[in-house]
């Protein structure tokens, strides 16, 4: 049972069903990540929209992709993590995107789960560079999604290119510290 997963697809599609049937895009509008050059990033004036821009969606193939992706790649890594801790991981792997697409780009806007997605395949990648506890097809198929992915994000106009790296990133330092907590507790120490 995955239910971090199913609560996951399961909000994004309510959300996306009651924005764009019944509310006339109301949350999307009020939901969505922005940042403009005037604005500092770290204390945005509406801070929630790092987090619900993870939630919304702009149109169905938008949330269809999104949400296979999360049906495909994220159950593994809830089992892996455990539930609380990967919903944690997902959520500040959203965060992260925003806030790297805002620092970089400086005037942006955008929505999606893509990069909580990017997190999970950064975890992913982290398994498969630094522990390599991957199996050689596992690794393959790691590195194959990852640069369909990176071409997809640079070809396709419209795309969040630096919410995409940012989750990346964050989902493999998120990792990166797990494993080391989690091997510290495995042998009764604890890293700070």
Same mark, same amino acid.
């Given at each position: &049972? !995955?239910?971090?997963?199913?609560a996951?697809?399961a909000?994004?599609?309510l959300? !996306?069903?009651?924005?764009?049937?019944?509310?006339?895009?109301? +949350?999307l509008?009020?939901g969505?990540f922005?940042?403009?050059?005037?604005?500092?990033?770290?204390?945005?004036?509406e801070?929630?929209?790092?987090? %619900?821009?993870?939630?919304?969606? *702009?149109?169905?193939?938008h949330?269809?992709?999104? &949400?296979?992706?999360? *049906?495909?790649?994220?159950?593994?890594?809830?089992?892996?993590?455990?539930?609380?801790? /990967? %919903?944690?991981?997902?959520? +500040?792997?959203?965060i992260?995107?925003?806030? !790297?697409?805002?620092?970089?780009?400086?005037?942006?806007?955008?929505?999606?789960?893509?990069?909580?997605? /990017?997190?999970?395949?950064?975890?992913?990648?982290f398994?498969? *560079? &630094?522990k390599?506890s991957?199996?050689p097809d596992?690794?393959?198929?790691?590195?194959?999604?990852?640069?369909f992915?990176v071409?997809? %994000?640079?070809?396709?106009?419209?795309?969040?290119?630096?919410?995409?790296?940012?989750?990346?990133?964050?989902? !493999?330092? +998120?990792?990166?510290?797990?494993?080391?907590?989690?091997?510290?507790?495995?042998?009764?120490? /604890?890293?700070?």
């Amino acid at each position: &049972m !995955f239910p971090v997963t199913a609560a996951i697809i399961a909000i994004n599609i309510l959300v !996306f069903a009651a924005d764009h049937l019944f509310l006339n895009e109301r +949350l999307l509008n009020h939901g969505f990540f922005y940042s403009a050059p005037g604005d500092n990033y770290f204390s945005l004036n509406e801070p929630w929209r790092y987090v %619900t821009a993870v939630f919304l969606h *702009l149109d169905l193939e938008h949330i269809f992709f999104n &949400m296979f992706s999360i *049906l495909v790649f994220a159950p593994p890594l809830e089992r892996l993590l455990g539930h609380v801790k /990967y %919903t944690v991981f997902y959520l +500040l792997c959203g965060i992260a995107g925003n806030l !790297f697409s805002a620092i970089v780009e400086r005037s942006t806007a955008g929505a999606g789960a893509s990069g909580a997605i /990017y997190g999970v395949f950064g975890a992913y990648l982290f398994l498969a *560079l &630094m522990k390599k506890s991957l199996d050689p097809d596992s690794r393959k198929t790691v590195y194959t999604i990852l640069i369909f992915g990176v071409i997809y %994000t640079l070809i396709v106009p419209g795309i969040g290119i630096w919410a995409h790296f940012g989750g990346l990133l964050a989902g !493999f330092v +998120l990792f990166y510290l797990y494993d080391g907590y989690w091997i510290s507790k495995q042998n009764g120490r /604890y890293r700070r």
